[in-house]
């Protein structure tokens, strides 16, 4: 069932190493080995498994990881192997068949679905409405909005 979340296109990533990366970049912080996979190789691996393959492994770029957290990798090479993924990312996001937004209600079966393989049955739990009662929920709410305006 995973597979029915993976083709959704990534828009945009902000993960926490983003932030790392540009304050290692602006001089803020200083490098130290340990917060090199965060702020560097993850998220752009991570970005560049979901472009391409549609698929995300987070096992496989393990041992690239734990040599850049031993200090195997200098700041000088970490940046350099960034920029130019950064680059084939670019090219990646352009080429990919990704949708360009999320779709909700698949992302929420999927996740109802894994609710039920841990939790057991949700049925009492969870509200599914049919696509009528949730556009009437929607427009009371919207009524709801401005109904100091009437």
């Not at 970005?47 to 496989?60: G, N």
Request: with cysteine.
């Amino acid at each position: 069932m995973v597979e029915d979340v993976n083709d959704e296109r990534v828009a945009a990533f902000n993960g926490p190493g983003v932030d790392q990366a540009a304050a290692l970049a602006s001089g803020a912080v200083q490098y130290e080995t340990i917060m090199g996979p965060a702020a560097y190789g993850v998220s752009l691996t991570e970005v560049e498994m979901i472009l391409v393959e549609q698929d995300i492994d987070l096992q496989r770029n393990n041992d690239q990881l734990k040599a850049i957290r031993r200090g195997e990798w200098t700041e000088e090479r970490l940046s350099s192997w960034c920029a130019e993924k950064e680059s084939h990312l670019e090219r990646a996001y352009a080429e990919s068949a990704l949708r360009a937004t999320p779709d909700e209600p698949r992302i929420r079966a999927l996740l109802l679905h894994c609710l039920e393989e841990h939790y057991g049955t949700l049925e009492g739990c969870v509200v599914n409405p049919d696509r009528a009662v949730e556009a009437l929920r929607n427009i009371e709410a919207e009524l709801g909005r401005v109904r100091d305006l009437l």
